[in-house]
């Protein structure tokens, strides 16, 4: 019997230019910058201090989407899916279907997956650095509950919220809801208070409780919510260390912990150890480049710390990993009492990730800072002049870098009174005629294959109908002349689209780098790494 071809030879053809396309697209969109950043005592005095800065250096960090922060415990053990990462996962499915069936009405089902996110939550002790996810469950289950009838457990869901964050502040629950909420806001105000004292071995770990910095161990915390509280302690080279605390009211409790080493945490830790000083001299020295290496870092910052009585001294440098150069360079001195030292830290990291991420909108690569001499005068230091920490300040003048090699900018690390040369952030050039006709050609024949993908199911179908026709029906030819014209416009539209989408996608690869003269790859500034070879503007080379 004549049977009408079916082209599964274009299926083939087809999913594998549609893979080609899909794997070339990314190349158009830019990488985040795997950034390393740290702060290290110079000294023993300084290990307290440091681990306050480093604590503000990971928090303004978190900000900037340019920069992707390299965890070392991640990056050291290969990056492993950790079993918390797995039940964060499932508490965060958990609340997504308890937040439906609230909307929903279906209390019950409401309750239940609320309450098996919360306990997940729970159990997800070193992720927990932000706590707004379960506080979202808990009100919601608090809501559920208390729609339910069962207004003291909502009540008592609430008050267990309050511990946790005591403004917080429910948005959009019914009147009801809103009632239990006050009276269980003001049962929490009557409610006696306790204290804690965390330790950890070793000390000078950063202490975050409830997702909020509080201090450096050994601390003790007072005027705290009776109830379970979340205790986090992170420490350069040891696995985050994550878990409830019960705090009990009119009592003090104690929490020790002994944080376990990561994998090459003990090579990791010597390196920083020795990176401190290397900070303070010029290019980038031996330690700074196996720090990078070992982390596999494009960029590189890194806060050396002392401090003598009261004065903290803060001295930052960012580095390019790859071609193991200095960027910039800043300092500032704060006061380690009170909140002083993370605030003034915050804001010399704010100015050192701005130059690490090349964005000169933020204030240290335009604004700069400058070192407090104790007399209400400052000197000029790093990456260019402005106000000093505790001090008016008397800018210096901002030098222009002398011209480097090839016709590039020098980028020797400063001396004392001189700015830090920065590189330059890659000019935007907008989007090129060649991607504006390599994206069309992916369009249209995108468009192109999706037809033939239809035609390929038309024909199907038609060759099933053949197959169950008689061969006696008037309707056989009928069938079989269609099945062939729709399989034609299959084969028409897979290869043809296909082939239009292959053309885009070459024309992608292309125009997609950047154009260079024969006289600029002449003239290229080389870098030497290891290895033997070298990075050359445009590519590599044995």
Same mark, same amino acid.
């Given at each position: 019997?004549?049977?009408?071809?079916?082209?599964?030879? $274009?299926?083939?053809?087809?999913?594998?230019?549609?893979?080609?396309?899909?794997?070339?697209?990314?190349?158009?969109?830019?990488?985040?910058? /795997?950034?390393?950043?740290?702060?290290?005592?110079?000294?023993?005095?300084?290990?307290?201090?440091?681990?306050?800065?480093? /604590?503000?250096?990971?928090?303004?960090?978190?900000?900037?989407?340019?920069?992707?922060?390299?965890?070392?415990?991640?990056?050291?053990?290969?990056?492993?899916?950790?079993?918390?990462?797995?039940?964060?996962?499932?508490?965060?499915?958990?609340?997504?279907?308890? @937040? @439906?069936?609230? &909307?929903?009405?279906?209390?019950?089902?409401?309750?239940?997956?609320?309450?098996?996110?919360?306990?997940?939550?729970? %159990? !997800?002790?070193?992720?927990?650095?932000?706590? $707004?996810?379960?506080?979202?469950?808990?009100?919601?289950?608090?809501?559920?509950?208390? =729609?339910?009838?069962?207004?003291?457990?909502?009540?008592?869901?609430?008050?267990? =919220?309050?511990?946790?964050?005591?403004?917080?502040?429910?948005?959009?629950?019914?009147?009801?809801?809103?009632?239990?909420?006050?009276?269980?806001?003001?049962?929490?105000?009557? %409610?006696?208070?306790?204290?804690?004292?965390?330790?950890?071995?070793?000390?000078?770990?950063?202490?975050?409780? &409830?997702?909020?910095?509080?201090?450096?161990?050994?601390? #003790?915390?007072?005027?705290?919510?009776?109830?379970?509280?979340?205790?986090?302690?992170?420490?350069?080279?040891?696995?985050?260390?994550?878990?409830?605390?019960?705090?009990? +009211?009119?009592?003090?409790?104690?929490?020790?912990?002994?944080?376990?080493?990561?994998? $090459?945490?003990?090579?990791? @830790?010597?390196?920083?150890?020795?990176?401190?000083?290397?900070?303070?001299?010029?290019?980038?020295? !031996?330690? =700074?480049?196996?720090?990078?290496?070992?982390?596999?870092?494009?960029?590189?910052?890194?806060?050396?710390?002392?401090?003598?009585?009261?004065?903290?001294?803060?001295?930052?440098?960012?580095?390019?990993?790859?071609?193991? #150069?200095?960027?910039? $360079?800043?300092?500032?001195?704060?006061?380690?009492?009170?909140?002083?030292?993370?605030?003034?830290?915050? +804001?010399?990291?704010?100015?050192?990730?701005?130059?690490?991420?090349?964005?000169?909108?933020?204030?240290?690569?335009?604004?700069?800072?400058?070192?407090?001499?104790?007399?209400? #005068?400052?000197?000029?230091?790093?990456?260019?002049?402005?106000?000093?920490?505790?001090?008016?300040?008397?800018?210096?003048?901002?030098?222009?870098?002398?011209?480097?090699?090839?016709?590039?900018?020098?980028?020797?690390?400063?001396?004392?009174?001189?700015?830090?040369?920065?590189?330059?952030?890659?000019?935007?050039?907008?989007?090129?005629?060649?991607?504006?006709?390599?994206?069309?050609?992916?369009?249209?024949?995108?468009?192109?294959?999706?037809?033939?993908?239809?035609?390929?199911?038309? /024909?199907?179908?038609?060759?099933?109908?053949?197959?169950?026709?008689?061969?006696?029906?008037?309707?056989?030819?009928?069938?079989?002349?269609?099945?062939?014209?729709?399989?034609?416009?299959?084969? =028409?539209?897979?290869?043809?689209?296909?082939?239009?989408?292959?053309?885009?996608?070459?024309?992608?690869?292309?125009?997609?780098?950047?154009?260079?003269?024969?006289?600029?790859?002449?003239?290229?500034?080389?870098?030497?790494?290891?290895?033997?070879?070298?990075?050359?503007?445009?590519?590599?080379?044995?």
């Amino acid at each position: 019997m004549d049977t009408p071809p079916l082209p599964r030879s $274009s299926y083939l053809v087809g999913l594998w230019i549609l893979s080609l396309a899909l794997v070339a697209a990314p190349t158009s969109a830019p990488e985040k910058l /795997a950034t390393a950043a740290f702060a290290v005592a110079r000294d023993p005095s300084g290990q307290k201090a440091a681990a306050t800065v480093s /604590a503000a250096l990971a928090e303004r960090a978190a900000r900037i989407g340019r920069l992707r922060i390299i965890e070392p415990g991640r990056a050291l053990s290969g990056d492993p899916r950790t079993r918390e990462e797995e039940t964060l996962v499932r508490a965060r499915t958990a609340l997504a279907d308890g @937040r @439906r069936a609230y &909307d929903g009405l279906a209390l019950d089902d409401a309750i239940a997956r609320l309450g098996q996110a919360v306990t997940l939550y729970q %159990q !997800t002790g070193p992720l927990l650095g932000d706590l $707004s996810e379960l506080e979202t469950a808990l009100a919601f289950l608090g809501a559920a509950l208390t =729609l339910r009838g069962s207004s003291d457990e909502g009540g008592s869901t609430f008050q267990e =919220l309050l511990v946790l964050d005591p403004a917080y502040a429910p948005d959009g629950f019914p009147p009801t809801v809103m009632k239990t909420f006050e009276q269980a806001v003001q049962k929490q105000q009557k %409610q006696a208070k306790g204290s804690v004292e965390i330790y950890s071995t070793p000390p000078y770990a950063v202490v975050y409780l &409830d997702g909020s910095f509080r201090g450096v161990t050994p601390l #003790t915390l007072k005027d705290l919510a009776a109830g379970t509280h979340y205790v986090r302690l992170e420490l350069n080279g040891y696995v985050v260390h994550g878990a409830p605390i019960e705090i009990t +009211a009119n009592q003090q409790v104690t929490s020790q912990t002994r944080l376990v080493s990561v994998k $090459s945490g003990a090579e990791l @830790r010597d390196l920083l150890s020795r990176s401190g000083r290397e900070v303070m001299v010029e290019g980038m020295g !031996t330690n =700074l480049r196996g720090l990078a290496r070992l982390l596999v870092a494009d960029v590189l910052v890194v806060v050396s710390v002392s401090q003598s009585g009261n004065d903290v001294t803060m001295t930052g440098a960012v580095y390019d990993a790859i071609g193991a #150069t200095r960027i910039a $360079s800043d300092r500032a001195v704060a006061d380690a009492s009170g909140p002083n030292l993370y605030r003034d830290a915050g +804001a010399l990291a704010e100015r050192l990730l701005a130059a690490a991420s090349g964005d000169k909108g933020q204030g240290g690569v335009s604004g700069g800072s400058t070192v407090n001499d104790g007399d209400g #005068t400052g000197t000029g230091f790093g990456l260019s002049t402005g106000a000093g920490v505790g001090g008016k300040g008397t800018a210096a003048p901002t030098a222009s870098p002398p011209p480097g090699p090839a016709g590039g900018t020098n980028t020797a690390p400063p001396v004392a009174g001189e700015a830090a040369p920065i590189i330059a952030a890659p000019k935007d050039e907008g989007i090129r005629t060649g991607e504006i006709v390599g994206w069309s050609m992916i369009g249209a024949g995108g468009i192109g294959m999706i037809v033939g993908v239809v035609f390929a199911i038309l /024909a199907a179908n038609t060759h099933a109908d053949y197959l169950a026709t008689s061969q006696a029906s008037p309707d056989l030819i009928g069938l079989r002349d269609t099945g062939k014209v729709q399989a034609l416009g299959a084969d =028409l539209g897979l290869f043809i689209g296909g082939a239009v989408v292959a053309g885009g996608v070459l024309t992608l690869l292309l125009t997609g780098g950047p154009t260079q003269t024969p006289d600029e790859l002449l003239n290229a500034a080389i870098v030497p790494i290891d290895g033997g070879a070298a990075f050359v503007l445009g590519g590599t080379f044995p």
